[in-house]
């Protein structure tokens, strides 16, 4: 019987599997691999390592459910070497994954290809992670898109690809009794900053079901009008299974077939779309993707930037956000925003230290989303809010949390503060902060600036910008 390699990266699930369906179909005997990788560009974060050991232990017992092993490897800057030395031990005669599109692993995947094909093992590779792949889009010109909307409108008359369902009962495995379990993967943190993130997730593919069920029950019907209210579930909260691939974009799309859901699925498409950008322009994880902003004076204040990182602003929308992301180790898609903007231009911090930490604080984390997100925010990416779009703090409170239930959620030292001030604290009399217990400065942060003061530096520094282009 012909044996292969299924090598399992960010498409840890069993269901709509490409790569999982041929070997079957094929009449493959399958080894399931796991390698564990750092990337040296962006080694993995701590909240995605935590999200990677539930995915792992999960997939794990998916498979052992078919009487089959998940082999684990650490191959920290080696997968080529293990790859290969496994590929020889069971004498393989495929190896089969699904695409990655960083430009890091692009050139991996490449190499391993070429040296495992060179010596007479078939390798194929799958689309499992996207709806488009990155390459299959192009404009009239044959180039790629750096503006959504024609970009979305040329994707939807593509085909989608076909749902496979693997037929697991038919499979037959190969085993290897070494192998690492997960456990000794080490990526729990050693710290028990995590305790918010069990509260919030069931990180395993029965969670990315139950909030499927959830979309399909009525949250993707009333996604257009709730998806902004931070204190709502307006949104799916499906990032990180997709970031993981414990769940397809096929899959919700067609599990929200009977539903209307337009507008969410367009946020499916602005996923893709980040993946396009990063695909054709390689380098922008680490510069805009617009020239001429590798000019623009971005700078780093370490105070600063640590009062944003641990939410200690003094300006209550960005500090609730900021603690959600570490307590939960998600944020709001419109909290990104805000605290995004109000770091690269009411602080002018450079947009990579935010990048940065959302890396390693999101369970989500995701090179082209979080690439995409920031550059829109900085104002230096494809399709990116104009710079001179400052969000106001207070105005997005007001308007996006109307109630200050999540500002006081996170913010608990304001909660006595009744809304007129609950978005800005220090305007409220001294007699009031003083009913409601607060010091400014001592029990809650003073702004580092205001906001307005913030607005007229981020325009200032954006005309002198402009001059000098
Ligand atoms: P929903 O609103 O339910 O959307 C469904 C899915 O569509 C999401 O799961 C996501 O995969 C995709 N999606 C939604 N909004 C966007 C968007 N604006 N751009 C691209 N894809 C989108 N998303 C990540 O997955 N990982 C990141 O590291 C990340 N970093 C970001 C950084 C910044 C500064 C900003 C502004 C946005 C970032 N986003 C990132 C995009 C977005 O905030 C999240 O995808 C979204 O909040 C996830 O919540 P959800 O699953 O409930 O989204």
């Known amino acids: 019987m012909k ?3 299924l090598w399992f990266r960010k498409d840890l699930r069993l269901s709509d599997h490409p790569a999982l369906d041929y070997a079957i179909e094929e009449g493959y005997s399958i080894l399931p ?32 459910g078919f009487g089959a092993k998940l082999h684990i490897v650490d191959g920290s800057k080696e997968a080529h070497q293990t790859l290969s030395a496994l590929v020889k031990k069971i004498d393989a005669d495929a190896v089969f994954w699904s695409r990655r599109y960083e430009a890091e692993s692009i050139l991996q995947d490449s190499e391993i290809k070429k040296e495992l094909m060179a010596s007479g093992v078939l390798v194929k590779s799958f689309s499992a992670s996207l709806i488009n792949e990155p390459f299959n889009v192009s404009n009239q010109s044959g180039k790629p898109y750096k503006v ?18 693997p037929d697991l009962s038919k499979a037959s495995w190969q085993k290897l009794e070494d192998g690492l379990t997960v456990e000794e993967l080490e990526l729990l943190p050693s710290l028990s900053w995590d305790d918010g993130f069990y509260e919030m997730w069931d990180p395993h593919r029965s969670g990315a079901a139950s909030l499927l069920n959830q979309l399909g029950d009525g949250r993707a019907a009333a996604y257009s009008e709730n998806r902004d209210m931070l204190a709502e579930s307006g949104t799916s909260r499906l990032s990180p ?58 700078g780093v204040d370490e105070k600063i930037v640590g009062k944003w990182q641990r939410g200690e602003t003094g300006y209550p929308v960005v500090d609730a956000a900021m603690r959600e992301l570490w307590h939960t180790g998600w944020m709001h898609n419109r909290a990104r925003m805000i605290v995004a903007s109000v770091l690269v231009k009411h602080f002018q911090q450079d947009w990579m230290v935010g990048a940065q930490w959302f890396w390693d604080t999101l369970v989500d984390a995701d090179l082209a989303n979080n690439t995409m997100g920031w550059q829109w925010s900085a104002g230096c990416g494809a399709d990116a809010a104009p710079y001179f779009r400052v969000f106001n703090p207070v105005t997005q409170g007001q308007k996006f949390d109307p109630d200050g239930i999540y500002i006081r959620k996170y913010v608990p030292e304001l909660s006595a503060l009744p809304n007129k001030y609950i978005y800005c604290p220090w305007e409220a009399p001294s007699a009031l902060l003083e009913d409601c217990g607060i010091v400014l400065g001592q029990s809650y942060p003073q702004p580092i600036l205001l906001p307005s003061e913030g607005r007229k530096m981020a325009l200032d520094a954006y005309q002198a910008f402009k001059n000098s282009l």
Not at 39 to 48: D, L, Q, T, V
């Open 148 to 165: 959504f909307t024609p970009y979305w409108k040329k994707c939807r008359e593509i085909p989608l690809r076909e749902l496979t369902q």
């Open 33 to 64: 691999l796991y390698i564990f990788e750092d990337a040296e560009a962006w080694p993995m974060g701590e909240a995605s390592r935590w999200w990677l050991h539930h995915a792992l232990m999960d997939l794990g017992e998916q498979l052992d």
């Open 241 to 298: 299974y997709l970031a993981f691939g414990q769940i397809s974009p096929i899959e919700i799309i067609h599990a929200l077939s009977e539903v209307k859901a337009e507008d969410y699925l367009r946020q499916l498409y602005w996923r893709d779309f980040s993946y396009h950008l990063l695909y054709h322009f390689p380098k922008t994880d680490k510069e805009p993707l617009r020239e001429e902003w590798r000019l623009f004076p971005w």
């Open 3 to 5: 044996s292969c390699i």
